[in-house]
């Protein structure tokens, strides 16, 4: 059975697996760095720390990596959201739109891509 959720501080060594496996260019080290300043900043109430998993019997095979940050835009509070990084192994990739369907049901969150 596969199921979507948020990660958790017990899965981020895993995760730090799947990605450095998702993005051969990048060291462990590098996700395990940023994992750790995600860990260290603060993040919106009834938000994810890290962004959410697919979890398969308790293996990791997909991560959607989502930082969340709240503005103060003239005495109202907007969410944006930044798309950091997406991967999911390829025996899985049917399940994929599993994560970005439970990232997309907060409604007004403003979703971007700091990379492009």
């Keep these: 059975m596969i199921r979507c959720r948020e990660i958790e501080i017990a899965d981020l060594d895993a995760v730090a697996d799947l990605l450095t496996r998702g993005f051969a260019e990048r060291s462990r080290d590098f996700w395990?760095?940023?994992?750790r300043r995600l860990s260290?900043?603060?993040?919106p109430?009834?938000?994810?720390?890290?962004g959410y998993m697919l979890d398969h019997g308790g293996t990791q095979v997909g991560?959607?990596?989502l930082i969340y940050s709240a503005r103060d835009d003239?005495?109202?509070t907007s969410i944006r959201c930044n798309v950091s990084s997406w991967y999911v192994?390829?025996?899985f990739r049917n399940c994929a739109p599993m994560l970005t369907k439970v990232a997309q049901r907060h409604e007004h969150v403003t979703y971007?891509?700091?990379?492009?």
């Design 32 to 35: 395990m760095d940023g994992l």
């Design 40 to 43: 260290e900043r603060e993040v």
């Design 45 to 50: 109430e009834g938000f994810p720390r890290f």
């Design 63 to 65: 991560a959607l990596q």
């Design 74 to 76: 003239g005495g109202a």
């Design 89 to 91: 192994e390829p025996a």
């Design 112 to 116: 971007v891509n700091m990379a492009c």
